[in-house]
């Protein structure tokens, strides 16, 4: 067995002097540069359309710039959560987040429009209304507050779950329910006689099985993959409203990037988002199904009578809401219903 020699105390105060003057001229020995790091911060699990649209994206952009970029990806609030990380995003401590549309408030009223209870009949008008121009042009509303809105991400339709079936508005009535910090989404909940608690993701499985809230609201792929469905005893499938997200990005980290480089990483989230819309439409069944076949929570399937109810009762919102929204906006969302 050969055994290196120990090096001796002068050999290496010798090393110790020059890697501190190669530190110092900015450069060390044999090294080639470090890859630029490109921090992707989120709250939710990697078996979600985003956690998985994340993966993608790091492969694709190590794979097209191998050596220069790279991309690290902090799931499930590692990082940063849902009270720090934009704040971290304008301090370049991340260099890109995908929060779901109802977490920009502080930075534009505009997207509250995603949040308008009933709006959108299903998936495929969330998708029209984001890619027509009104919807394009949402991506630049937070630009005057350093923001790229690089593009939106699915995830789904929201349910409420809860420790009381949920048949009639009546229902939720005096109930603690955990929701994302949105104004509209607490003028929804305050429409039904509930109370809205604002409260990060990171906190709702707790908060859901200490009973210090009885109920929440989110998509099918959420309620599964943190196990929202064990603490709770029904889930009203509701469609009532969508959770997405807009993946964001600093003007200054953006515009530091040389462009060809910029369209690569740009070409590389697209691709990514295809992925994880693809996968937000198949978790949405499967997910929903592992739940139910788990037998862990009661299903609640509203009847058109009992879902009108909930539509009555909690559509006043939107008039609440129209003048920080913009009626021309909430008349632009509705019309993609038609398509
Ligand atoms: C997310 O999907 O990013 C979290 C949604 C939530 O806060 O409920």
Not at 155 to 174: E, I
Not at 185 to 214: C, H, M, N, W, Y
């Amino acid at each position: 067995m050969k055994v290196s020699k120990p090096a001796t105390l002068q050999s290496l105060f010798t090393l110790g002097k020059a890697s501190l003057l190669a530190t110092v001229l900015g450069f060390s020995f044999g090294a080639v540069a470090e890859p630029v790091e490109i921090k992707f911060s989120h709250v939710v699990a990697e078996n979600t359309p985003k956690g998985q649209m994340a993966l993608k994206f790091k492969e694709l952009v190590e794979s097209r710039l191998p050596g220069e970029y790279k991309v690290s990806v902090f799931p499930n609030s590692q990082l940063f959560g849902d009270n720090n990380e934009l704040a971290a995003l304008l301090l370049n401590d991340v260099q890109l987040v995908a929060p779901s549309l109802s977490k920009f408030e502080r930075y534009t009223k505009k997207l509250q429009v995603f949040d308008l209870p009933f709006l959108f009949e299903d998936m495929d008008a969330v998708d029209r209304f984001q890619q027509s121009e009104a919807g394009q042009q949402l991506l630049n509303s937070m630009s005057r507050k350093g923001l790229v809105g690089l593009g939106y991400l699915h995830n789904g339709m929201k349910q409420f779950s809860a420790n009381n079936a949920l048949s009639l508005p009546g229902d939720a009535a005096g109930k603690k329910f955990r929701i994302m910090p949105s104004d509209v989404i607490a003028a929804q909940f305050e429409a039904v006689g509930a109370i809205p608690v604002k409260k990060p993701f990171s906190e709702v499985f707790t908060l859901l099985q200490t009973r210090a809230i009885d109920g929440q609201e989110n998509t099918w792929s959420n309620i599964y993959s943190k196990k929202f469905y064990e603490v709770q005893t029904h889930i009203t499938e509701s469609n009532h409203g969508v959770l997405d997200y807009m993946l964001v990005t600093s003007e200054t980290f953006w515009k530091s990037l040389p462009k060809d480089k910029r369209e690569i990483i740009k070409q590389s989230m697209d691709e990514a988002v295809a992925l994880g819309n693809k996968l937000a439409l198949e978790k949405a069944n499967e997910d929903r199904q592992l739940i139910l076949d788990s037998k862990r929570v009661e299903l609640v399937t509203l009847t058109p009578e009992q879902r009108q109810a909930w539509v009555n009762a909690m559509r006043p919102v939107w008039s609440q809401f129209e003048d920080k929204i913009g009626k021309d906006l909430i008349e632009a969302a509705e019309s993609a219903n038609k398509p």
